[in-house]
């Protein structure tokens, strides 16, 4: 649905930055195409939010999710985890390693916090809400509604996983949520970004452009 008017960015409202990391840019584990695209938007959408929020993305060594994990499983497959399919990926977002690291190139010197997630070896966590087995909480629910925010913005890395999964989570938690999707850039594995699509769209996450932000891109 197309949003009326300008957005305003006031103190109900904060953008959540979603894994903008060294590995899901050129050149990383994992590197999400044109994902360094995001990060001009982002900075210049970060300046019209007083409050932001960052997820990391945050595995320790052997972590479920990564093909490496299963022998004879290559990036990409999917298979069967206790909690339903599970995408494997390469190595990528090794807690403590460059790789996982935030950007340099975020200019975001007034984030809040830093949420990091898929920090459990054996559940994945796209979300920065709620990980894969769908019970367990980051605790990020918690924070929002405690300090009042009534809205929600997503945007980053990638599209159709965990900017996705962030947002459907968002609006599952009953904030009106928006993905910005001219400051996310997606993997698209298997059909991936039609169907992110669809659920965020389900969700009743609104799809919209930077530009209707006021002081964004
Ligand atoms: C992500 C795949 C694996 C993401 C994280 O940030 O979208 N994708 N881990
Ligand atoms: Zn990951």
Redesign the pocket.
């Known amino acids: 649905m197309a949003e009326q008017g300008p957005i305003r960015p006031d103190d109900r409202d904060v953008l959540i930055v979603?894994?903008v990391q060294v590995d899901?840019l050129p050149g990383g584990a994992?590197a999400v195409p044109d994902g360094d695209a995001v990060i001009g938007p982002i900075n210049r959408l970060a300046s019209a939010f007083r409050h932001v929020v960052l997820t990391q993305?945050w595995h320790p060594p052997g972590h479920a999710?990564f093909a490496s994990s299963h022998a004879g499983r290559q990036p990409f497959e999917v298979i069967a985890l206790h909690y339903g399919p599970q995408v494997l990926?390469p190595d990528?977002?090794v807690q403590g390693t460059a790789g996982a690291e935030i950007s340099r190139d975020l200019q975001i010197p007034h984030a809040q916090l830093i949420v990091r997630k898929?920090y459990n070896a054996g559940i994945d966590s796209?979300s920065g809400f709620r990980e894969a087995d769908r019970t367990t909480s980051t605790g990020l629910e918690g924070y929002l509604k405690e300090r009042g925010f009534k809205r929600v913005f997503c945007a980053g890395?990638?599209t159709d996983?965990?900017?996705a999964w962030t947002a459907i989570d968002a609006a599952g938690a009953g904030f009106e949520t928006f993905l910005i999707e001219d400051a996310s850039r997606g993997?698209d594995t298997n059909g991936s970004m039609a169907r992110a699509r669809n659920d965020w769209e389900a969700a009743g996450v609104r799809t919209i452009g930077g530009s209707q932000i006021d002081g964004g891109p």
């Open positions: 979603v894994d899901f994992l993305d999710s990926w990528h977002c898929g796209y890395l990638a996983f965990c900017v993997i």
